[in-house]
């Protein structure tokens, strides 16, 4: 089972390598990462989105990470009300005829076009996993050339 | 106060208190070294080997509780400790290992003598460092101090890079260490310790089993008047070895793959656990869904994530042992009624007694059991890997703790050498053993070099079978008696020795055994002592890996 959890970390070098590294050492899965900066500089938000067995390993993880020194705070938001979200970019196959189809598959979807050439269209989605997964699969039918997917990101309600 | 890295460096160890270090010179400490040289507080211990070094402050942090400092140079000097930073990691000993690095605008550029130490030692480390800027040098050094003695002891490891080493800084020595993400759990939470109370009180069959958290926190007094409140018996682990005393009453001895017959019996049919400083280690649990099938389990550790990660924990109390077994014992009012059980565990210490067939032969066994007895039990042991520490942990009582000293997680041939080396720097008084074997001593012999010229008059006991005796034991019971790769042969041990000016002792004969170990006692200076024992003997009694703890082997009929 997938679970998203949030690490708050000294924004020092060498931290994501102790993170990674974590992870790697124990076997644990990381099934997607994103990293940014936070509103105070000394500080970086990480979510780390996990794959794993049973609760245990969760737990496990959990208290791994915590005993990092460069660690300040974990949340998990598997027991949490949240929002998540995930970025996705996909460049089409496009032809001027394809027009209505492809906007009509848009139009379905948290997606919007945001650039098309001759032959190549580029579309922006943002939206929770599943949604996301919805469109790839309808887009699929139209001949994806690229795609590109940020880690998902989360916050509490 | 301007002061070059180097200054700053010695002047926050001699502020933390340090007296020694072990280590290894080389071209990216030179700054360092050139100031070890004025450095009147310190006595600085030139190893064989930088392996040495991390062993030895490993040794000395282990037999004194205090940390321990080795020092080596950038690439090799430190890849050369990391054997040393591991053990100390998985045994949780607090370490402080400093290393030169090339210049700061050089790392990155294979440059000469050049590793990512801070990359190479990250998961076998507490934490570490690279120092950047020469202002945050005496801050790290205070931080890594504080961050390996306390919480879940464990190395630090400060990476110097030689031109901060040189430059110039304002020192500024810390009033105290401020860190937001580290801060360990020293008391217990009371709902919990109540909760434990009154499980004990109701318990009909509660079982102490402790481990080396017992010894770091200071544990084993407050223990020792636990266990006779309620009268429970006591099983250690090995790096528990010290942590009650293997004399008293209520002692059951080790547990786990070589544990004894009836503490391994025992542990499965009690009915309340406490575990404290412990573990679950797969040496002690065995087959982990047969363990202990019947009991709830008090787990007291100061590392949480060591609770509920190998078995299920019905009371966890995050903490540390001294401060918890101290509440705890204010809490039980009642002492558990558990004559019976004392029965049951009388009945178990007469059906499966450790033993050996003592003959003739000069048994290694008896060799153990002559060191306690011509020490009287008051020496520090320190062990390498393999048969020779199972029979160390079996056939020496330790009463006290830090009187044990040996590899436990990691496992690692060549280091009770080392560590004796650095057990006897920390505690001149004692005597202090290396009970070895003559595949593991032969991994950090050249350490005789550095006994000599310091006057470290250790004492090394070689139980010489001519083979790595544990893989052999291994290849005996489980690959079909298919020796491979387990002869060994070694050097004159006696002829060796005197080269180095120490002096060595061969022994043939069992009734030359304890008179050699009495002269090795008497005598001011390091003294190998070479004892040709039975080559084919097994450390008996064996849980083979993956069975119930209960499923011994006993080897004798």
Redesign the interface.
């Known amino acids: 089972m997938r679970h998203t959890i949030s690490v708050l970390v000294?924004n020092k070098?060498?931290v994501l390598?102790?993170i990674a590294?974590?992870f790697s050492?124990r076997g644990y899965n990381i099934a997607s990462l994103a990293v940014s900066e936070t509103m105070d500089p000394a500080i970086s938000y990480m979510t780390i989105v996990v794959e794993v067995k049973d609760e245990?390993i969760l737990?496990?993880i959990k208290?791994?990470l915590?005993?990092l020194?460069?660690?300040?705070t974990i949340t998990d938001f598997t027991k949490k009300e949240h929002i998540d979200r995930e970025l996705v970019l996909v460049k089409v196959d496009y032809s001027s005829k394809d027009k209505a189809r492809l906007e009509n598959i848009l139009s379905k979807h948290v997606a919007k076009l945001i650039q098309h050439k001759s032959d190549v269209a580029i579309i922006e989605a943002v939206g929770e996993q599943a949604q996301i997964k919805q469109l790839l699969d309808d887009l699929n039918k139209f001949g994806i050339k690229e795609l590109v997917r940020t880690g998902r990101i989360a916050i509490t309600k | 106060m301007k002061m070059t890295g180097s200054q700053i460096l010695i002047e926050s160890l001699k502020r933390e208190g340090v007296e020694f270090i072990f280590g290894y010179p080389g071209g990216q400490v030179l700054p360092i070294f050139d100031k070890i040289y004025d450095a009147h507080f310190l006595k600085f211990i030139l190893t064989r080997h930088e392996q040495g070094a991390a062993h030895a402050a490993d040794g000395y942090a282990r037999a004194t509780g205090k940390v321990g400092v080795c020092m080596a140079t950038s690439g090799p000097g430190a890849t050369n400790l990391t054997t040393g930073i591991a053990n100390a990691y998985m045994d949780s000993i607090p370490i402080v290992a400093i290393t030169g690095q090339v210049k700061t605008f050089l790392i990155g550029n294979d440059a000469f003598q050049e590793a990512d130490v801070t990359g190479i030692t990250r998961p076998i480390t507490k934490h570490n460092f690279l120092v950047k800027d020469i202002n945050d040098l005496a801050r790290i050094i205070r931080e890594a101090f504080y961050i390996a003695s306390t919480g879940r002891p464990g190395p630090v490891l400060i990476d110097i890079p030689s031109d901060i080493q040189m430059q110039e800084g304002e020192f500024i020595w810390p009033d105290k260490v401020e860190l937001r993400s580290y801060k360990p759990t020293y008391f217990g939470h009371p709902g919990q310790i109540k909760k434990a109370a009154k499980l004990i009180s109701q318990a009909k069959k509660p079982l102490l089993y402790i481990g080396g958290g017992v010894i770091t926190s200071g544990a084993h007094l407050v223990l020792r008047e636990l266990a006779e409140k309620i009268q429970a018996p006591v099983t250690w682990t090995l790096m528990g070895i010290g942590g009650f005393p293997a004399n008293h009453k209520l002692s059951l001895g080790m547990l786990g793959m070589h544990g004894t017959g009836y503490a391994n019996h025992a542990i499965m049919n009690a009915d309340v656990i406490i575990a404290v400083g412990a573990r679950f280690d797969d040496r002690v649990t065995g087959r982990i869904d047969a363990f202990a099938p019947g009991a709830k389990v008090i787990h007291i550790d100061i590392d949480p994530a060591s609770i509920s990660k190998n078995i299920r924990v019905d009371i966890p109390i995050v903490g540390d042992a001294k401060n918890i077994l101290g509440e705890l014992l204010e809490q039980i009012k009642k002492a558990p009624d558990i004559t019976e059980w004392h029965k049951e565990v009388d009945g178990l210490k007469k059906k499966y007694p450790l033993k050996y067939k003592d003959d003739g032969k000069i048994k290694p066994q008896y060799v153990v059991e002559q060191i306690y007895e011509a020490t009287k039990g008051d020496a520090v042991i320190t062990t390498e890997v393999g048969q020779n520490q199972m029979w160390a942990a079996q056939w020496y009582r330790y009463d006290h703790p830090r009187t044990f000293i040996s590899s436990g997680g990691l496992g690692t041939m060549g280091f009770g050498f080392p560590a004796a080396m650095g057990a006897k720097v920390g505690r001149p008084e004692k005597q202090v053993i290396d009970i070895a074997g003559d595949g593991s001593i032969q991994m950090n012999i050249q350490e005789l070099g550095t006994c000599v010229a310091n006057k470290i008059n250790v004492k090394v006991v070689i139980l010489n079978n001519g083979y790595l005796g544990m893989v052999r034991q291994w290849q005996e019971l489980f690959y079909k008696k298919r020796y491979s790769q387990v002869n060994i042969t070694s050097p004159d041990f006696v002829k060796l020795a005197d080269s180095y000016g120490a002096l060595g002792i061969k022994v043939t004969k069992k009734e030359d055994v304890r008179p050699a170990i009495e002269k090795a006692l008497s005598i001011d200076n390091t003294v190998f002592v070479d004892v040709q024992v039975e080559p084919e003997e097994n450390v008996y009694p064996m849980v083979p890996a993956g069975e119930a703890i209960n499923k011994l082997i006993e080897g004798l009929a």
């Open positions: 000294e070098f060498g390598a102790r590294g974590l050492a245990k737990e496990q208290k791994q915590n005993k020194i460069d660690v300040v």
